[in-house]
C-alpha cells in the first residue's frame, strides 16, 4: 500500500548537479536551490563551490553516509515545519551509488512529497557515448573490492544479455578491467569513460583482451573517476541451451542446483536463465 502525500506541504526535492562541468545544471535546479529553505549536501564543501558559482545563499546542512538515517529523521522534522529541502550530492543525481535513498525512503513514509529534479547522471553521459546499440542496461555501480567477492559477483553477471555498467575507483581499475575479461571473455566490447565532463575526458572502446594493454600504455588513463560498459552476452536461445546438456549433467553430478548454473554460465557464457531452467529440467528428468 502506498503512502499518501500531504497535500499543501513542505517538499523534498532530489535534485541532480553536476558531475564535472559546473555549467550542467538545469535552470530548474537553480530555481529549486534557490527557492528552497535547506539544502542537505552530501559534502557542504563542494556543494558550496557550485552555489557561489551560481550566485545562491544557501542553509546547508551534511548528509552522508554516515549520518544519513538521523539525517532523514532531521529532513522529516524540518518538513514538518513547512521548510523545504533541497537533497544533493557531490555529483550527479542522489541515491544513485551516492547517498540519499534513506532520506527519500523516511520522507516518503512520513507522507511528505518528493519531487525529481532530473539532471546529470554520470550512467546517462556514458551510456551516451558508448555506441552499443543494446537498449538493455543494468548499472551494477561499484563492484566489491576483495578479489574473491568481486570474482564471485562477476560470474554471476556473466550469462547477462544486457549491456553492464559499472563505476570504478583509479586505484582499482587495472585488476577489476583484469578480472573483467577473465569472466566475460575477452572478445567482449568495453568503452571506457573516464572524467565525464571534465578537462580531461576521455571515452575510449576496445576489446576486454586489449584493455588493461591500453590502460598501463600510459598512466593518465588510470587515473580519475571512471565508468566502464562491457557488451553484454550474446542471447542464448533455447534450442541451443541443449548443446550445454554435457556440462550440466556433469556439474550437477558434483554440486547443488544453483552451483553448478553459476559455474556453467562461467564456463559456458550462456544466459543462467535460460542454463537455470534447461537445469531444471534435467533434474527433472532425472
Known sequence: MGTETKAGTATLYVVATPIGNLSDIT????????????????????????LERHGIAGKLMAVHEHNERASAERIAGLLAEGQSVALVSDAGTPAISDPGAKVVAAVRDAGYPVVPVPG????????????FENSRFLFCGFLPARAGERRGA??????EPATLVFYEAPHRVVECVTDLCAALGGDRAIVFARELTKIHE??????????????????NRQRGEFV????????TGDDDAA????????????????????????????????????????????
Not at 562477476?154 to 550469462?159: C, F, P, Q, R
Not at 576521455?202 to 598512466?219: F, G, N, S
Not at 566502464?228 to 552476452?233: I, P, Y
Request: aromatic share 2%.
Open 154 to 159: 562477476l560470474a554471476d553477471l556473466a550469462g
Open 228 to 235: 566502464l560498459l562491457v557488451a553484454g552476452a550474446p542471447e
Open 27 to 50: 535552470l530548474r535546479a537553480l530555481e529549486v536551490l534557490k527557492s528552497v529553505h535547506v539544502i542537505a549536501a552530501e559534502d557542504t564543501r563542494m556543494t558550496s563551490r557550485l
Open 243 to 286: 548443446d550445454f546438456d554435457g556440462t550440466l549433467k556433469i556439474l550437477l553430478d558434483e554440486l547443488p542446483l544453483k552451483q553448478a548454473v553459476a559455474l556453467a554460465v562461467k564456463l559456458t557464457g550462456g544466459s543462467r536463465n535460460v542454463l537455470y531452467e534447461r537445469a531444471l529440467a534435467l533434474k527433472d528428468g532425472e
Open 120 to 131: 546529470p547522471s554520470a550512467v546517462v553521459a556514458a551510456l551516451s557515448a558508448a555506441g
Open 202 to 219: 576521455t571515452i575510449h572502446r576496445c576489446r576486454l583482451d586489449e584493455a588493461v594493454a591500453w590502460l598501463e600504455a600510459d598512466d
